[in-house]
Every structure is written in structure tokens, then in C-alpha cells.
């Protein structure tokens, strides 16, 4: 009985695809192991993102032949995807997996080792692979309905690494939606590259989907990453009236200066965004939106920065996701002149933390004294032995008891103070 070590990188998608990679080895017979001094195979489930991830990717598979010169490295994900048989000319890389192929992996491993590359052309990927994730250990079930992008954003590599939109059709949702409500999940989260997407390539709008999802026997539902423009009056409106959906919302903005917005192919205007996102706050109660911002986009001069800090301070977001440019190549904008210093591109990710840090202080702030409805997720927080759970608005909140038997129900609560970064409530 082979062993083996899995580490994922970067996204959601990626995080829930490396636990169907784990669940698909173990039901073959294959086990997990801690480290990687005691593994027979070292799985690598990589992001491309930016350059410094492909770097990271090679340094993890380099690190692990040092631990364990007998180990079979086996690198999958985005990396493994664009690269191909570029790998192979490492000596550290011993076999290159892709995206599709990830998910059926033990098959792969059973094969004639004489093959080192399995990756087909992601761009001829037409149908969505239907592999779901069985794992009952959690409180929250993760759902992947959708893989791939149709979107050309210049500072991209993912389309490339993912391919076109693919859905998974309502059926199979709803279905796996009832069988995680069945094993006793209570919520589930939708996630997928770009779910906004779902159901444009199989003749269906992504309202469609949300209908459906009412009818289930699950309690809670969240989503994943929203394009500002696939938030239309009906969608908005079915939200609001459901007694399922969590009013926790993820805005993709990029930047807040039009100029930048329309160099980096996103198709709206700031004002739209903030509208929106003024929309949103008035139709549910206290909803996190969050959002992400890049910085130092090429191009990106100081009074385009100034102008998306203006209108990131005026908006109503609740946290801001943020990280500095980082030019990948491949895409557009690694071509576009005026690439702005790395120093800079840091320090303007610093100012744009702390406008994060001061409206997500507020947000909590202003839940003080709120009831809110709760899944109690982990059996006890480490230090103060007290319960901990998620809100339905994404806050997680320290609860008044030690009981495990409240671990998976869902209760009400009163949040009563915030101190020390942590958010306390009491069971009511």
C-alpha cells in the first residue's frame, strides 16, 4: 500500500479540488501521510497565478527530492496545466498531471509509468467532470459547479490554465445538494472559477440555478465570486425573499479607477460597482461584501491609485482583498509598457490593507448587539476552550459554551462585544 503527501495551492477551486484528489486516493487503497520524509508520492496541486507561484511550485517539488530522494513527485494544477512537458526537463519533476485529469487520479498512478505527461488540450474540455467531494468531517459541504473562463482579462492566466466555461447541469447540483443535506451538512457553498458564468453553455441563466436551489433540503447556501454586472434586479430580488441564502457577498472589482478597470479588459464602471454594492446594503441586513483589489497594474500612475483609494473609502465594501501586481507571463499585460516598481506596487497593497482593516473594524462594530443565526463549526477554539462559529453574514464568533454537542446545529445568538480581534456571542 503506496502513501502519499497532497499540498494545494492557491484558489478555492483548487483547495476543494485537492480534497477530491485525497478522497479519490484513499477509497483506492492508497493512504496520507504527514510529512513527506514518510510519503512514496509527493502530489503538488499547483496555482500559476503569477510568476511567483510557478516559482513556489518548483522550490516546493525541488524541497521535497531533498527531504525524500526516493519520492515520486507528481506536480497537477494550473502550473502543470500551461507548462505540460516543460516540466519533465527537471529532474525533480517525475510526473506532470492536468487539471481534468487531477480528479480521476488513481487511474493515472495504475498506468504505464513510461508516460510522464497526462494533459490534454484544456480549451478542447467541453463538458464539466462530475466529481464529487464525499468528505463529512466538516460543517460546511463545498459544491463545484462550474470550471473555466470565458473572460480575457489582461492580467489573467487562468482561462488558459482552465479552459472554457463548463456547467454542471441543475440536476446534478440539486442532487448533490440533498445528499449533502442527507449526511447532515447544513450549508453549502457554491464555488467554481467563475460561477457567474454557470449555465451560459448549456441554455440556462445562473437565476435558474438559484430557483432550483430553494426547492433542496438544504438549510443555508453561500457563493462564491460574483462579476458586479452578473447581479441583475431578478437575481437580487430571489436572494432577498430566500430563507436559505447567507447575505454574504464577493464583488470582483480589480480596481476602482475606470482608466485601470478598461486596461485590464473589465467590462464596468466604478460607479456601477458602487451602486451596486450601495444596492446590496440597502436590501439585506448587515451583508459582508467583500472585494479584491490589484495594485500597481501597468500603467497604474499615482493619480489612478489615488482615485481607487477615493472610491474604495466611499464604498460600502466590508473587506477588501488585496495584493500587488504581479506580471505573469503569458497574458497581455506582461507586454504593457510602463510597468510600475515592485516597491511600489507593496506599498500601495499596504495603504489599501489598512482602508480594509478600518471598514471590516466597523462592519463587526456595527453587529454588536445583533442576533444572528449560526452553525457551530469546530468543537472548541484552542486557547479559550469555547465553541466557534460562522454567521450567516460570514462573521466568526466565539460562543459562551464548551458543549460538543452543539458541534454542526444551528442556533441563535446575541454577538456582544469585539476585543482582542475576536468577535464574542452569546447563545440565546
Given at each position: 500500500?503506496?502513501?502519499f503527501?497532497?499540498h494545494?495551492m ?6 476543494f ?5 485525497k ?22 496541486n ?10 513556489e511550485a518548483l522550490y516546493?517539488?525541488?524541497n521535497?527530492?531533498h527531504?525524500?530522494p526516493?519520492i ?8 502543470a ?5 516543460k516540466l519533465?526537463?527537471y529532474?525533480?519533476?517525475?510526473l506532470?498531471v492536468?487539471?481534468?485529469?487531477k480528479l ?9 509509468q513510461t508516460?510522464?505527461?497526462f494533459?490534454?488540450?484544456i480549451m478542447n474540455?467541453s463538458e464539466?467532470n462530475?466529481?464529487v467531494l464525499e ?9 463545484k459547479?462550474q470550471?473555466g473562463?470565458d473572460?480575457?482579462?489582461?492580467y489573467?492566466?487562468i482561462?488558459?490554465a482552465?479552459g ?10 440539486t ?7 442527507n ?5 453549502v ?6 460561477i ?14 438559484i430557483?432550483?436551489?430553494e ?11 460574483l462579476?458586479?454586472l ?6 437580487l430580488?430571489?436572494l432577498r ?11 470582483s472589482?480589480q480596481?476602482?479607477?475606470d482608466?485601470t478597470l478598461?486596461s485590464m479588459n473589465r467590462?464596468y464602471?466604478?460607479?456601477d460597482y458602487?451602486?451596486?454594492i ?13 472585494s479584491?483589489?490589484i495594485?500597481g497594474?501597468?500603467?497604474e500612475?499615482q493619480e489612478d491609485?489615488?482615485?481607487t483609494?477615493?472610491?474604495l473609502?466611499?464604498?460600502g465594501?466590508t473587506q ?7 506580471v ?5 499585460g ?7 516598481p515592485?516597491s511600489?506596487?507593496?506599498e ?6 489598512k482602508?480594509?482593516?478600518e471598514?471590516?473594524?466597523?462592519f ?7 442576533t444572528?443565526e449560526i452553525i457551530?463549526e ?8 469555547l465553541l466557534?462559529?460562522i454567521t450567516r453574514?460570514?462573521l466568526t464568533v466565539?460562543?459562551n ?6 458541534k ?7 454577538i456582544i462585544k469585539y ?5 464574542y456571542?452569546e447563545?440565546?
Amino acid at each position: 500500500m503506496k502513501s502519499f503527501y497532497i499540498h494545494s495551492m492557491g484558489c478555492k477551486s483548487n483547495q476543494f479540488e485537492g480534497s477530491i484528489i485525497k478522497e479519490n486516493l484513499e477509497k483506492n487503497g492508497l493512504f496520507e501521510v504527514n510529512k513527506i520524509e514518510d510519503a512514496d508520492i509527493y502530489i503538488l496541486n499547483s496555482c500559476s497565478v503569477t510568476h511567483k507561484s510557478d516559482n513556489e511550485a518548483l522550490y516546493l517539488l525541488r524541497n521535497a527530492k531533498h527531504k525524500n530522494p526516493n519520492i515520486i513527485n507528481l506536480l497537477t494544477g494550473c502550473a502543470a496545466q500551461i507548462e505540460k512537458e516543460k516540466l519533465l526537463e527537471y529532474d525533480f519533476v517525475d510526473l506532470v498531471v492536468g487539471n481534468d485529469e487531477k480528479l480521476d487520479l488513481y487511474k493515472i498512478l495504475n498506468q504505464d509509468q513510461t508516460v510522464k505527461c497526462f494533459a490534454k488540450d484544456i480549451m478542447n474540455v467541453s463538458e464539466f467532470n462530475k466529481t464529487v467531494l464525499e468528505d463529512t468531517t466538516k460543517t460546511r459541504a463545498s459544491l463545484k459547479i462550474q470550471d473555466g473562463c470565458d473572460n480575457r482579462c489582461s492580467y489573467c492566466i487562468i482561462p488558459f490554465a482552465r479552459g472554457k466555461s463548463r456547467s454542471a447541469d441543475i440536476d446534478f447540483i440539486t442532487e448533490q445538494i440533498n445528499r449533502f443535506a442527507n449526511h447532515g451538512f447544513k450549508e453549502v457553498v457554491l464555488t467554481g472559477i467563475h460561477i457567474g458564468q454557470w449555465g451560459k453553455d448549456i441554455g440556462y441563466k445562473f437565476i435558474d440555478l438559484i430557483k432550483e436551489i430553494e426547492n433542496t433540503d438544504i438549510k443555508r447556501y453561500r457563493l462564491g465570486s460574483l462579476n458586479p454586472l452578473e447581479i441583475d434586479e431578478e437575481l437580487l430580488e430571489n436572494l432577498r425573499i430566500s430563507e436559505k441564502f447567507c447575505p454574504h457577498f464577493h464583488l470582483s472589482l480589480q480596481s476602482a479607477c475606470d482608466k485601470t478597470l478598461k486596461s485590464m479588459n473589465r467590462f464596468y464602471k466604478v460607479e456601477d460597482y458602487l451602486k451596486q454594492i450601495e444596492k446590496i446594503n440597502k436590501i439585506f441586513n448587515l451583508p459582508f461584501i467583500g472585494s479584491d483589489i490589484i495594485t500597481g497594474f501597468a500603467g497604474e500612475t499615482q493619480e489612478d491609485f489615488d482615485i481607487t483609494v477615493t472610491n474604495l473609502k466611499r464604498s460600502g465594501l466590508t473587506q477588501i482583498h488585496t495584493f500587488p501586481y504581479s506580471v505573469r507571463k503569458g497574458t497581455a499585460g506582461a507586454n504593457f509598457e510602463n510597468q510600475i516598481p515592485e516597491s511600489i506596487r507593496q506599498e500601495r497593497a499596504e495603504i489599501v490593507k489598512k482602508i480594509s482593516s478600518e471598514k471590516l473594524n466597523k462592519f463587526i462594530n456595527n453587529n454588536i448587539g445583533t442576533t444572528q443565526e449560526i452553525i457551530v463549526e469546530k468543537s472548541s477554539d484552542k486557547k479559550s476552550n469555547l465553541l466557534k462559529g460562522i454567521t450567516r453574514n460570514y462573521l466568526t464568533v466565539l460562543l459562551n459554551s464548551d458543549n460538543n454537542d452543539l458541534k454542526n446545529t444551528i442556533q441563535n445568538i446575541k454577538i456582544i462585544k469585539y476585543e482582542n480581534n475576536k468577535i464574542y456571542g452569546e447563545i440565546i
